[in-house]
């Protein structure tokens, strides 16, 4: 089974800095990687899939890169509503599971 | 623009079994999408459960495929989550989604709003 290790864990920060997160898969999954959104209260929301590719209406200051294990979602400037938690997930082919990482928390400094 | 929507017991009684449903509105569930559930336990991460296609092909997280049965209601637009034999570590907010032919049919598109599921005596 392949495993999402997300660091770090809380990201503290202030409106306008820029955010980097990582997700690090214990075996390459080429680029079948997305992003999610979720705020307290919330059902998570897709950002981010097939590693780089924005979902629609997401906003341009939100990116992804990588391949293989290492991906990393990037916040160009944190708007107020961008303070939530983060969440990376994989599809493995075989067996077919879907799996989630533990998560990262920006939260405001 | 699908939605989602959960419904079901807030609370279960231990060794009972979980039920719950989703329905669907704004799309036909027998289109080519897969339906998902998907839990989130108080303070951790998210876990897939499985997923079942309008015709009933079906793949379920090992780690609970003995305990777990997913139904599609086609008539009824709506789809359905058994969970058997439920402990106190099942108590979770259960969140249906699909996943879409757009994206591969790989990641959670849409979600339901959640409804927590309470296990307990």
């Known amino acids: 089974e392949i495993v999402l290790t997300q660091s770090p864990a809380t990201l503290s920060l202030s409106p306008g800095e820029g955010a980097t997160l990582s997700c690090r898969a214990s075996q390459s999954i080429s680029t079948f990687l997305a992003w999610y959104q979720q705020k307290p209260g919330q059902a998570p929301r897709l950002l981010l899939y097939?590693?780089?590719k924005r979902a629609t209406g997401v906003p341009a200051r939100f990116s992804g890169s990588g391949a293989g294990t290492d991906f990393t979602l990037t916040i160009s400037s944190l708007e107020p509503e961008d303070f939530a938690v983060y969440h990376c997930?994989?599809?493995?082919?075989?067996?077919?599971?879907?799996?989630f990482g533990g998560g990262t928390k920006v939260e405001s400094k | 623009q699908v939605q989602l929507q959960e419904s079901g017991p807030g609370l279960v009684k231990p060794s009972g079994t979980l039920s719950l449903t989703c329905a669907v509105s704004g799309d036909s569930i027998s289109s080519h999408n897969w339906w998902s559930w998907v839990r989130q336990s108080p303070g951790k991460g998210l876990e897939w459960i499985g997923e079942?296609?309008?015709?009933?092909?079906?793949d379920y997280n090992p780690s609970l495929q003995s305990r777990v049965t997913l139904s599609v209601d086609n008539s009824k637009n709506q789809f359905s989550l058994k969970l058997t034999s439920v402990t106190a570590a099942d108590s979770a907010v259960y969140y249906c989604?699909?996943?879409?032919?757009?994206?591969?049919?790989?990641?959670?598109?849409?979600w339901g709003q959640g409804i927590l599921v309470t296990v307990s005596s």
């Open positions: 097939d590693a780089s």
């Open positions: 997930q994989l599809r493995s082919n075989w067996p077919p599971v879907l799996t």
């Open positions: 079942i296609y309008h015709s009933g092909s079906s």
């Open positions: 989604a699909l996943k879409l032919p757009t994206t591969g049919w790989n990641y959670f598109d849409s």
